[in-house]
């Protein structure tokens, strides 16, 4: 079962042997368009076999074979999101509320919303509650296009809450049929029992929580929330050095209201990524352009926020490359939905369909480590494929935002 052929494709996007790890600059661009096209897919995602309808050769062996006729569609790879909260206990309507009465998120956050909100929240969830729910979330998120996610903890903040939430995002990686990395985020808010006292709470991170999550292997990358009223950039350079030491690569939330020097402080530890950059100064920008982290612009939070969208032309300009994601989480982006992140790309920081595509894609992959399989589509690579309902055109997608226009996600089983 899971054998798949699609023929009279209208269009086939990004398939193709040597398609970068990275796009930047003018390349963003770019797309590979194969006209009515077919292609074959193995156990449900790996590819076999793609091109043009002329040169289709058949396939002799293949039982259980299901065939889709694709006309007027398109099949191109599923996004890779790179940057999210899946896992948390409960929304935040109120202050969202609160925002609309007038109240800011960081108003919102020192009168004991936001993050400690959230973490207070999860607390009395049970790992079961936390796993079926993120587990719902991510069934929504691939029926619209996600092919791979980042999840993050920071919701815990305390060595029992965040471990409970990487152990749910270990299981999740387990079971889901799409990529997942785990990020340790226990640096995303001091807890109030903390807040005088720094250097206790980044003992816990640094002494008590990063050795049991190694030991159980729960965590890919580690994060801070480098910002005002959060964690400063020595307290950041000093929890990424401890998470390196035990194998974890930093990926980071900077610049999302202030400049602070986060940027250069996480591309010299090698950050895999920057991400936010709602804010960035010319000394940002010159720290990006020498090393090859990816920044990755969240455009859900400045839509939902009402702050500032990132600046991608510049970065275009700059040769820098840059990923789209959809930092999805209850306080600042309850949007999981890379078709609007999409759409706001283009609306809003005026990037065209293909340059906001690549981002969500090529780049996406690369912020997440897995250029090698995901972004494109390669022969003997399982990356999840989107197929499209009948289209006018590729650029309809974005365009035509709030329409879910994906018809199928393939992924592995
Ligand atoms: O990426 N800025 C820090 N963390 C999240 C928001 C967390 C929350 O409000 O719950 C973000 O925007
Ligand atoms: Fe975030």
Request: charged letters at 25%.
């Amino acid at each position: 079962m899971g054998n798949i052929f699609i023929k009279n494709i209208k269009g086939l996007l990004q398939a193709g042997e040597n398609l970068p790890d990275v796009v930047k600059g003018s390349d963003c661009n770019e797309l590979r368009v194969v006209e009515n096209a077919f292609l074959a897919l193995e156990n449900g995602s790996e590819v076999v076999a793609y091109g043009p309808m002329t040169e289709w050769e058949g396939i002799d062996d293949w039982r259980d074979l299901e065939v889709i006729d694709a006309e007027g569609c398109y099949v191109m790879p599923a996004f890779c999101d790179s940057h999210t909260h899946t896992v948390f206990a409960k929304t935040r309507e109120e202050e969202f509320v609160d925002r609309i009465r007038g109240l800011s998120y960081e108003e919102i956050a020192l009168k004991g919303g936001g993050i400690l909100n959230s973490a207070q929240k999860l607390g009395s969830e049970s790992e079961t509650d936390l796993y079926n729910a993120a587990k719902k979330r991510i069934e929504k998120m691939i029926a619209h296009g996600t092919g791979a996610v980042e999840i993050k903890s920071g919701y815990g903040l305390s060595a029992e809450n965040e471990l409970k939430i990487l152990r749910v995002v270990k299981q999740l990686k387990r079971n889901m049929p799409i990529s997942i990395k785990s990020t340790f985020l226990g640096a995303h808010a001091f807890p109030i029992e903390y807040q005088k006292d720094h250097e206790g709470y980044i003992s816990l991170l640094i002494d008590e929580m990063l050795p049991i999550i190694e030991e159980e292997e729960l965590a890919d990358y580690i994060d801070v929330f480098c910002e005002r009223n959060y964690f400063s950039v020595d307290e950041m350079t000093r929890i990424l050095e401890a998470g390196k030491k035990y194998g974890l690569i930093p990926k980071v939330h900077v610049n999302q209201f202030s400049t602070m020097g986060g940027v250069k402080a996480s591309i010299d530890l090698d950050a895999l990524s920057v991400d936010h950059l709602e804010e960035l100064n010319e000394e940002d920008i010159k720290a990006l352009k020498k090393g090859s982290t990816i920044a990755t612009f969240l455009p859900g939070c400045s839509h939902f926020l009402g702050i500032p969208f990132g600046d991608a032309r510049r970065l275009i300009n700059e040769n820098i490359p840059f990923a789209l994601a959809s930092d999805f989480n209850p306080g600042s982006s309850p949007c999981f939905n890379l078709l609007q992140i999409w759409s706001l790309a283009c609306v809003k920081m005026k990037l065209t369909p293909k340059e906001a595509f690549n981002a969500l894609t090529i780049n996406g992959a690369a912020a997440m480590g897995l250029s090698k399989t995901h972004g494109k589509i390669k022969l003997g690579a399982s990356s999840p494929i989107i197929l499209t309902h009948e289209i006018p055109s590729f650029e309809y997608i974005p365009y035509s935002y709030g329409e879910n226009t994906i018809q199928r996600v393939f992924t592995k089983k």
